[in-house]
T-cell receptor
Framework: DAGITQSPRYKITETGRQVTLMCHQT?????MFWYRQDLGHGLRLIYY???????DKGEVPDGYVVSRSKTENFPLTLESATRSQTSVYFC???????????FGSGTRLTVV | AQSVTQLGSHVSVSEGALVLLRCNYS??????LFWYVQYPNQGLQLLLK??????LVKGINGFEAEFKKSETSFHLTKPSAHMSDAAEYFC??????????FGTGTKLQVIP
């Protein structure tokens, strides 16, 4: 299916565990982004990528790691999950220029 | 640095009434401005965008927004609210770079 797919949709993990959230897009968009959405904070940028093998930190990168070996995939890893990382995570992609983002459906992560 | 302020975290309107969601931006450069809509348990969807040119922009679902540089505003309007408009709306801006800054969102309730 064309689009941007996030998996899993829901995840419960324990404090201290490593967890990876997956994001896959089929448009070959250059840019990909990871945001977290929390009540009262709106969306905050965690990491973004301008192309394969090019990534950069956003507003709240601590505790997260990303990679982008292929244009279509942009996984987000929580190295050692903490309760403060309980959130809804959104992946987005876009072409170059002010064209707006296309968002995935999100992953709701709960850290217990 | 970009910042976006959405006035009112919750707005209620009657079905058929005017929808007005307020957004003010802060930017040191001419901004690109966006409105997104988020339905429950879904990702964000682009409603409309302003880049250059005409300051009144029309989007999907009958929404429109006007860029007013003198007021640093980009308010979203719809002449007549429909029940299906109930959702959360996010204003966003970028300063010519690919990264976008989001406001904290406004939940629109439509009363039958």
């Amino acid at each position: 299916d064309a689009g941007i797919t996030q998996s899993p949709r829901y995840k419960i993990t324990e404090t201290g565990r490593q967890v990876t959230l997956m994001c896959h897009q089929t448009w070959s968009h250059s840019y990909m982004f990871w945001y977290r959405q929390d009540l009262g904070h709106g969306l905050r940028l965690i990491y973004y990528s301008a192309a394969a093998d090019i990534t950069d930190k956003g507003e709240v990168p601590d505790g997260y790691v990303v990679s982008r070996s292929k244009t279509e995939n942009f996984p987000l890893t929580l190295e050692s999950a903490t309760r403060s990382q309980t959130s809804v995570y959104f992946c987005a992609s876009s072409e170059s220029g002010p064209v707006g983002y296309t968002f995935g459906s999100g992953t709701r992560l709960t850290v217990v | 640095a970009q910042s976006v302020t959405q006035l009112g975290s919750h707005v209620s309107v009657s079905e058929g009434a005017l929808v007005l969601l307020r957004c003010n931006y802060s930017s040191s450069v001419p901004p690109y401005l966006f409105w997104y809509v988020q339905y429950p348990n879904q990702g964000l969807q682009l409603l409309l965008k302003y880049t250059t040119g005409a300051t009144l922009v029309k989007g999907i679902n009958g929404f429109e927004a006007e860029f007013k540089k003198s007021e640093t505003s980009f308010h979203l309007t719809k002449p007549s609210a429909h029940m299906s408009d109930a959702a959360e709306y996010f204003c966003a801006s970028s300063g010519g770079y690919q990264k976008v800054t989001f406001g904290t969102g406004t939940k629109l309730q439509v009363i039958p």
